[in-house]
């Protein structure tokens, strides 16, 4: 902290497990947190409401949602495009076909111009590379490229401040989140992970990422507190 | 050129001079071109209609329009927010108040997006380094930093394609750019340039954008095409 008043940080925040566990850490370094979520056509609305929820529960000092319609435009992935079947087999080898083109880049640049406004210097993303390895863009040496990136792409930059992008979840298997989020505070059953919940944010339970929740509280020994639709048990 | 089919690339095509140049020097290296623009919130829709009239005069195989209100509610630039006056005293030191937070970055996270989707290999952004030097992502050193990004960000770099941003402009006067495209036969006329151009796309004569593409036609000894609202002159 350079000076007296509070630093600010971007969190990205999706409304899922991950993400409102990084908003938190976030929080708990006492940094002034500024919510940004996007609206890029997903399937459903149960994830943004998710977001808006953890984002008041959180105490965020603003919580703006950047409609992307122009991402479900060029988009190629079963999250934007509704002829591509979200897959409930399990995890396969190599990068799942949820993937979404250049995201997290898209949306770290959303997060940086937002943070160059605010004179943030922080940016917080909630990637994890133990249980989304198949994802590039949420590997470490994606986001020290693009941290190193952002130092060259401002005003501010130029100006001499650094950007940070923080990714306290980088590392962190689901039962870590869990039990960091728990330890914080975070209540689970205001998000939504499921790549097809229904509109009242119920979770299929079949999903890949259904899976890997479900999977993440039975480790951890916590109570899954996620509601599921009737017809996914 | 590894295989027979020909090579894809994306052209971010602003509908400015520099942007055009760039458009017609991909074209000119045999790619076929993907035209990418932004509706950004800017001050009048006269850029994108000369984008729309300089895609279609160069041959590209599709141009798309992305709509990113998000960028104009994030912005702080006299280019998105009404509030500020685009300056009309000539070119001064530093930053220009015409900066949009992380624009070339968003664009270009757009544009690594489509290519992704499409397989081009190929990103040709008109930036330029001599004219523009106030630009932070202008800058080779961001434009090289986004490229090692770039390069971790995508499922196709994983699977070991290579993107290729390519600022065919970057050291080139605004005399030396003016006089490539003539030699490729770009129609200057086609082109806004101005920060404040009128509905029908005339240009101001007075803003840091007008006197650097008036001065770049005096230089390279060539006629200028712009049309000049009466109240500029």
């Known amino acids: 902290m350079t000076n007296a008043q509070t630093e600010r940080a971007v969190v990205l925040l999706s409304g899922g497990l991950d993400s409102a566990t990084a908003l938190a850490m976030a929080r708990a370094r006492g940094l002034d947190c500024y919510a940004l979520s996007f609206d890029y056509g997903q399937r459903h609305d149960a994830e943004l409401n998710a977001a808006r929820r953890v984002a008041e529960h959180a105490g965020v000092i603003e919580h703006r949602i950047v409609s992307l319609p122009g991402l479900g435009a060029i988009g190629d992935s079963a999250l934007t495009d509704r002829s591509i079947d979200v897959p409930s087999e399990g995890l396969k080898e190599g990068i799942p076909v949820t993937y ?7 949306f770290l640049a959303f997060a940086l111009a937002w943070a160059e406004v605010l004179g943030a210097r922080h940016i917080f993303i909630g990637v994890n590379a133990v249980d989304y390895s198949g994802y590039p863009d ?10 190193r990136m952002a130092n060259l792409a401002t005003k501010a930059a130029v100006e001499g401040a650094t950007m940070e992008i923080h990714t306290p979840l980088i590392h962190l298997s689901k039962a870590d989140i869990i039990r960091q989020g728990v330890r ?13 919940a229904d509109p009242e944010g119920r979770a299929c339970g079949v999903c890949d990422s259904c899976r890997l929740r479900a999977a993440g509280f039975r480790e951890a020994e916590v109570s899954d507190p996620t509601r599921y639709a009737p017809t996914g048990e």
Chains 1, 2 share one sequence.
């Open 100 to 106: 979404v083109p250049a995201r997290n880049t898209l």
């Open 138 to 147: 949420c590997r470490p040496e994606f986001i020290e490229a693009f941290n």
């Open 184 to 196: 914080l505070g975070v209540d689970y059953g205001l998000t939504v992970s499921c790549y097809a």
